[in-house]
């Protein structure tokens, strides 16, 4: 095996540690050409992101009480990032420790996720922006509901319209089936490109699935590999 392949695995739990490092990225193919010019990223809102523009969002998504997660909330939690991103991370929704700090991943999914950020080239704030289906925790961390996915998708929408990424990875079912509107097997839609209104969506594996289904991590390797011949293609590389 490539040491540096190695290396990241490890990352990722696939070997004995799992230490945050900077490897080098491993060789792979590229990705079918047909394949990123059909999902080529398209305008999908117009002007620049203004910091009025995010305040906005911000206080309206602050104040909502469109479904009912907003009851026992300790605040919503829009998103966490560069604004100019490239790279949009869709996840699920706060957890307890992201609704106390007021930002998304920041438990032991999180440690993960920057894992996986690490492993093909990214840092958290860094070109990458990091938000949730849902704004507002479920409690006991349950799977949003589709009521609640519907009541908090104009904010992602907007958040999305704001941000124009080249590429936009959903983490989790829930997570693609808010931005894809249909029913979504992860076993069947990893692997390929989808699309957001014309911007390329790739799926992967939720970070707090990964650990508790450590078997699947080979896979989300994988996927982090297309992910990022995705993003070169886009790129024109």
Same mark, same amino acid.
């Given at each position: 095996?490539?040491?540096?392949?190695?290396?990241?695995?490890?990352?990722?739990?696939?070997?004995?540690?799992?230490?945050?490092?900077?490897?080098?990225?491993?060789?792979?193919?590229?990705?079918?050409?047909?394949?990123?010019?059909?999902?080529?990223?398209?305008?999908?809102?117009?002007?620049?992101?203004?910091?009025?523009?995010?305040?906005?969002?911000?206080?309206?998504?602050?104040?909502?009480?469109?479904?009912?997660?907003?009851?026992?909330?300790?605040?919503?939690?829009?998103?966490?990032?560069?604004?100019?991103?490239?790279?949009?991370?869709?996840?699920?929704?706060?957890?307890?420790?992201?609704?106390? $700090? /007021?930002?998304?991943?920041?438990? %032991?999914?999180?440690? &993960?996720?920057?894992?996986?950020?690490? +492993?093909?080239? #990214? !840092?958290?704030?860094?070109?990458?922006?990091?938000?949730?289906?849902?704004?507002?925790?479920?409690?006991?961390?349950?799977?949003?509901?589709?009521?609640?996915?519907?009541?908090?998708?104009?904010?992602?929408?907007?958040?999305?319209?704001?941000?124009?990424?080249?590429?936009?990875?959903?983490?989790?079912?829930?997570?693609?089936?808010?931005?894809?509107?249909?029913?979504?097997?992860?076993?069947?839609? $990893? /692997?390929?490109?989808?699309?957001? %209104?014309?911007?390329? &969506?790739?799926?992967?594996?939720?970070? +707090?699935?990964? #650990? !508790?289904?450590?078997?699947?991590?080979?896979?989300?390797?994988?996927?982090?590999?297309?992910?990022?011949?995705?993003?070169?293609?886009?790129?024109?590389?």
């Amino acid at each position: 095996m490539n040491p540096g392949r190695e290396r990241i695995l490890r990352e990722l739990g696939l070997g004995p540690t799992w230490r945050l490092r900077s490897p080098p990225l491993p060789e792979d193919g590229p990705v079918a050409a047909s394949e990123v010019d059909r999902v080529a990223p398209a305008v999908v809102a117009s002007g620049a992101a203004g910091l009025a523009d995010w305040d906005r969002l911000a206080a309206t998504v602050r104040d909502c009480r469109a479904c009912g997660l907003c009851a026992a909330r300790k605040q919503a939690v829009l998103g966490v990032g560069d604004r100019h991103a490239d790279w949009l991370f869709v996840g699920e929704g706060p957890g307890a420790e992201e609704d106390q $700090r /007021g930002e998304p991943f920041v438990g %032991q999914a999180g440690k &993960l996720l920057d894992n996986m950020l690490a +492993a093909i080239g #990214l !840092r958290r704030g860094e070109d990458v922006y990091i938000a949730n289906a849902v704004k507002c925790r479920p409690p006991e961390n349950r799977t949003p509901e589709a009521p609640e996915i519907d009541a908090c998708r104009p904010y992602l929408e907007q958040q999305i319209g704001l941000i124009r990424p080249r590429l936009i990875v959903a983490l989790g079912r829930p997570a693609a089936q808010a931005l894809l509107k249909t029913e979504v097997k992860i076993a069947a839609a $990893r /692997g390929r490109l989808h699309e957001y %209104q014309g911007i390329p &969506l790739v799926i992967t594996y939720h970070p +707090a699935y990964l #650990l !508790r289904n450590l078997t699947d991590k080979a896979k989300a390797w994988e996927d982090l590999c297309f992910m990022r011949r995705s993003m070169r293609q886009l790129k024109g590389g």
